[in-house]
Structures are given as C-alpha cells and as structure tokens.
C-alpha cells in the first residue's frame, strides 16, 4: 500500500508516472481530521472544494420531504468526493463522517492543473464519476423491484467491490462500521427490516457476522441472487489518451 490510498486507487485503474502521482499529492496537500457523526458539509452551501478521503468512512445524503435521511453514496479511502458539485455553485448533497478520519479539501481549482497537464488523468475522473451514477442507479434499480433482504445483499456486495479496489488481497471479511439505521438509508429501509434482511442471510448460510465484521460465505450466490455487476473491478480504459 502507498502512502496515498487516492494514488493507490487511481493506480488500480492505470500506471502512474512520477508527473501523474505529484498531481494527484497536490489534492492531499491539506489534511482535516474529522470525528463520527460529524457534518463536513451541508446541502445548499457554495460548492468550493472537493475532497480526498484519507482514512475512514464518509457519505452523502440527501433529506427527503418528509424529512427522512437519504445516503446517496459511501465513501472510502482515495475516493474524491464532491465530483457531481463540480457543475453547480451549490452543493446538491450533504456531506457527513460515518467513522473518525482525515479529509484532504482542495478547491474546486486544484481540478485545473489535473486537466491540463494529464489527459489520462482528467479521462479517468470522469469516467470514475460515470461509475458512481451507475452504482447509484443499480441501487435504484434494487430498492424499486426488490425485498429487503435483497437490498441488503446487493448493498454488502457493493460496499466490498468497492473496497478490493485499494484492499487488493482483501477476500470476503470485511468490517462494516454502519449502523442498520444507515444501511436502511441506503436502501430504503427502516432498522428493523436491515435486521431481519441479515438475520435471514445468516440463517441461510449467505453471511456471518461477529461485531461489526461480515463474511460473504456464499458470495457467487449472492451475486447471482441479486444480479450483481461489479461496476468497480473494471474500467474501460481503452479510449483513454496514450500517456
């Protein structure tokens, strides 16, 4: 592992030349350290900076017109959060800290120098912007058709795709530090019904959980019972300029 997780996942996806990974050090230049359950940002503020997740677990939510909670996305370590705003003077999103961890800020501007110097750089931005809108509309693709223990199934497999992007020797443990009231938030369930969903997944040999830690038991079950595409182990990156 680097001692940049946003190196470490952007060099998943393509080599890294020494120009391309000091480009990239730039975004974490600053670093904030944020506690749980903290609010970084709120929704309507001025859209001004982005962020590298240095450590720990973030969302974005949105509040709902009967003010119930919406998480649209999880972040983790070397995601850049705060991509769709890079549009609109106002962000769209709340921005919140599900666990302790360090937030890089960097103005909207730091994007600038990424564009013009790295054109492999900027092409793979975007497409991993492309990614997140196809995660969330295979998130709302499940809440709409399926029941409850299938969200669930198909929220586990997305948050450990995710993960095996900078954990690569990762396997089926991973630990889950969300409550089963943030979980339903994800996929549109109340804490009652996540318990049910994974107490289920439990009884018929899917999953086994100590504490907060989760083991996918039967994980090409699981995908085939969900239809689960792993939008994050592959990139196109065919189309990409030469570097």
């Not at 001692?3 to 393509?14: D, M, N, Q, T």
């Not at 990762?170 to 969300?178: A, E, G, K, W, Y």
């Not at 997944?201 to 699981?222: K, N, S, T, V, W």
Request: glycine residues 6%; aromatic residues 8%.
């Amino acid at each position: 592992m680097t001692e940049s997780c946003l190196v470490e996942k952007i060099g998943y996806h393509i080599p890294l030349g020494p120009q391309d990974a000091a480009l990239l050090a730039k975004l974490e230049e600053a670093e904030e350290p944020v506690r749980i359950k903290a609010m970084v940002r709120d929704i309507g503020v001025p859209a001004e900076h982005l962020y590298v997740v240095k450590s720990g677990w973030f969302y974005t939510y949105m509040i709902l017109p009967n003010g119930s909670r919406q998480i649209l996305h999880l972040h983790y370590p070397g995601d850049i959060v705060g991509i769709p705003d890079v549009a609109f003077s106002k962000t769209a999103s709340a921005l919140a800290a599900a666990t302790d961890g360090m937030l890089c800020p960097f103005p909207k501007s730091g994007l600038y120098e990424v564009f013009e110097r790295s054109p492999r750089l900027s092409a793979l931005l975007f497409s991993i912007g492309m990614v997140e809108h196809a995660v969330l509309a295979d998130r709302i693709r499940i809440i709409s058709r399926l029941g409850a223990k299938e969200r669930v199934v198909h929220f586990l497999l997305e948050v450990v795709s995710r993960l095996r992007v900078t954990r690569r020797d990762m396997r089926t443990q991973f630990d889950l530090p969300l409550s089963q009231s943030m979980i339903g938030d994800a996929v549109g369930l109340t804490n009652v019904y996540v318990s049910r969903a994974l107490k289920q997944m439990q009884a018929e040999g899917l999953i086994r959980r100590d504490g907060r830690g989760i083991d996918l038991l039967d994980e090409p079950r699981m995908k085939q019972h969900v239809d689960f595409e792993d939008r994050h182990f592959r990139i196109d990156t065919t189309w990409f300029p030469k570097a």
